[in-house]
Every structure is written in structure tokens, then in C-alpha cells.
């Protein structure tokens, strides 16, 4: 079981943290969701989540469906850099929050030899509106998550061990993403603005502005991590801890359960695959140290549901449900999917099988 210690420091937590820091346990990507006018809060928040709470050095792109496969390389490598004026729509942290010209390099290409020398691969990339980016560059997001590695013009840039791409969305449920980069995404999560972005709260509370904050990111000093909140020892311990963590027959038998009615369940079009199989048990499993549990139990693997599949049911088009094939009504099946969404299946599905929830 995890440490008392760390226990509290993961219980005083607010939900961005602790989304992020299941990821980094996990090893695995998200997809965040907020409302459109909270946007520019969320990313602010994120940078410092990942600067003052894991110590990680972090890069932000706002994508766009003018976004280009070298606007996203750039914007992904992060160091320092020549200051010159750019009308990219990539911002680099500097310029998104000082309003400063973006850092490109002095050669005309921004994937030269001397960018690809000065540059590595941020720890936290922040893909603010990914799902408005041009289809090929949404598969340079997936290849990069899948291969921990991003080929410029000239050179290969490997990712930090620890690393996680967080797709930031405005809004909506179900799928948004290209077919297999929304099935490769771990968890998703809504913030609702009404919680609050407390790491900037407390800044502005503080009297820090945006930059001094920023200013002291780990991008400058690689021990940063040893100062943060939650350090790298702690997320392998938790990562340890969760391949230790054990799963009845009865439990996994709950999880199969919950997959078959999904799968089965009338508004269903699609969207329960194999992947999300594996990751719906490894964060069942990754949740039970957060817990202070050596075990995976029921409400663990309710709560690893709603994560899970909120990005991933595709909710069936009134014509295509499959009572349409035996003579149901069109329109009385258009009124029973009315509203209908990816939540509501889920919890659902979890009442339906919660009645043969183990004891």
C-alpha cells in the first residue's frame, strides 16, 4: 500500500491534478473537456499543474483547422530558442501569456538543424481544440503517443520518459478524434468551470503574475521535479503499486459484465473495442493505491467505467437501431434516442449490472 504521506498529498488533489497524475502512473494520454468560454482558464491551469504540482516542463498548442504538420512539430519542442517575429498560430508558453513574439529559429525552416539541435520534446503537451486540427495531424499526435518519438525535417526527437499528452476539448461527449487517436486516449474528463482552477487562484490570491510563475518552470533547471508536489518517486511507486494490485474472478467477472452491456445496450453504435478493454482494467487497477487498496473492487470499477468509455460510446443513429430491423416505428424510436448521450448509457448499463454487483 502506499505511504501515509503520499496518500494525502494525492487527497488534497484537485480533480486536473489528479487526471493528470493517473495518466503519468498509468503511462497513458487524456482527453479534458470544459465549457468554450473556460478554455484559455484550463490551459493556464494545466501549465501550472505541470510546472509547481509534477515539476514537468510543458508546451501548448492551439490547433486549428489551419494547424500544419510543422506548426505542431514546433510547438511540441521546447527550449530555448532565438526570439524572432512569427505568424505562426502555434503560441509557445512566453507569447501565450505575455502577449511577446514567438520563438522560432533564425534559419527559415522551423524544423532546421539548429532548431532540432536546441529542442526536446516538453514533458506536457497541451493540445488545446486537437479535435479541430487537419486529420493528418491529429495521426502525428497519435504516432507520437504511440512511438514516445515526433520526426522533424532533419532529426528524431525521442519523448521524456515521463510523458503525457493531454487533448483539451471544448464541450461535448462521445467521440470527437480521429477513429483510432479517440480509442488510443486513456480517460477522458469534464472539468466544470464551477470547480474552480485553484493553482491560478492562488496565484493571482498570491500576488504572482503568470510569467514570475512561469519564469521558475522546470524547462531551465532538470531537477525541478525533486521541489514538486508530487515527485517522480512517487508516480513509480504508484505505478508500482498498481501492477500489484489483484482482481477476483468475481470482480473481473463485473468488469466482462459491464463490457457485454455496453456492448449490447440499444443506443449503442459502436466504440467498446479491444483497447478500451485493457484500459478500463489497467485503470481499475491503477486507482486501487490511490485508494490505499492492494485490490480492485465494484465502485473502483464503476468509477474506471465513466472515465473510460465517456469518449468512446458512439451513440446509434435513430435508423440504424437495431429494433428498426424487426419493424419498430421510426419515429418512436427518434423520441426514445432523444437527448440521449454517452453518460446516460454508461450509468445505464452500470445500474444494469450493479444488480449483480460482488459483495
Known amino acids: 500500500m502506499a505511504e501515509k504521506t503520499l496518500l494525502d498529498k494525492v487527497h488534497d488533489l484537485s480533480d486536473l491534478e489528479l487526471a493528470a497524475l493517473i495518466c503519468l502512473v498509468a503511462q497513458e494520454n487524456c482527453i479534458i473537456d470544459t465549457e468554450p468560454d473556460a478554455l ?25 483547422e489551419h494547424t500544419s504538420l510543422d506548426d505542431f512539430a514546433h510547438a511540441i519542442l521546447s527550449v530555448e530558442a532565438v526570439p524572432t517575429r512569427s505568424n505562426s498560430p502555434v503560441r509557445t508558453r512566453s507569447d501565450y501569456f505575455l502577449h511577446t513574439p514567438a520563438f522560432t529559429s533564425i534559419s527559415r525552416s522551423p524544423l532546421s538543424d539548429t532548431f532540432a539541435d536546441n529542442k526536446t520534446i516538453a514533458n506536457m503537451i497541451i493540445a488545446k481544440n486537437l479535435d479541430e486540427a487537419p486529420r493528418q495531424v491529429q495521426i502525428q499526435a497519435l504516432e507520437l503517443m504511440r512511438t514516445k518519438r515526433i520526426y522533424t525535417r532533419t532529426s528524431v526527437q525521442n519523448a521524456p520518459k515521463r510523458f503525457l499528452f493531454i487533448a483539451l476539448l471544448a464541450g461535448g461527449e462521445g467521440p470527437r478524434l480521429t477513429k483510432h487517436l479517440n480509442d488510443y486516449m486513456f480517460i477522458s474528463h469534464f472539468h466544470d468551470p464551477e470547480d474552480g482552477f485553484p493553482n491560478l487562484e492562488d496565484m493571482y490570491d498570491d500576488g504572482n503574475s503568470i510569467s514570475s510563475i512561469l519564469k521558475k518552470s522546470p524547462i531551465q533547471e532538470p531537477d525541478a521535479s525533486l521541489d514538486a508536489r508530487i515527485s517522480a518517486a512517487d508516480i ?7 501492477h500489484q494490485t489483484t482482481v477476483s474472478m468475481e470482480v473481473k467477472q463485473y468488469q466482462q459484465n459491464i463490457i457485454s452491456f455496453l456492448r449490447l445496450h440499444r443506443a449503442v453504435a459502436g466504440g467498446i473495442s479491444a483497447p478500451a478493454t485493457k484500459h478500463f482494467d489497467k485503470l481499475t487497477r491503477c486507482l486501487a493505491p490511490l485508494h490505499d487498496l492492494s485490490f480492485a473492487t465494484p465502485s473502483l470499477v ?22 428498426m430491423q424487426w419493424g419498430s416505428d421510426l419515429d418512436a424510436v427518434t423520441a426514445l434516442l432523444e437527448g440521449v448521450g454517452a453518460e446516460d448509457v454508461i450509468e445505464d448499463v452500470l445500474g444494469t449490472a450493479g444488480a449483480e454487483t460482488p459483495l
Open 236 to 242: 513509480e511507486h504508484l505505478t508500482e503499486l498498481s
Open 40 to 64: 484559455d482558464d484550463l490551459v493556464q491551469e494545466l501549465e501550472l499543474v505541470a510546472s509547481t504540482v509534477f515539476g514537468l516542463t510543458h508546451a501548448v498548442i492551439d490547433c486549428s
Open 302 to 323: 464503476d468509477l474506471a467505467a465513466r472515465k473510460i468509455y465517456l469518449h468512446r460510446v458512439q451513440i446509434v443513429k435513430p435508423e440504424k437501431e437495431r429494433s
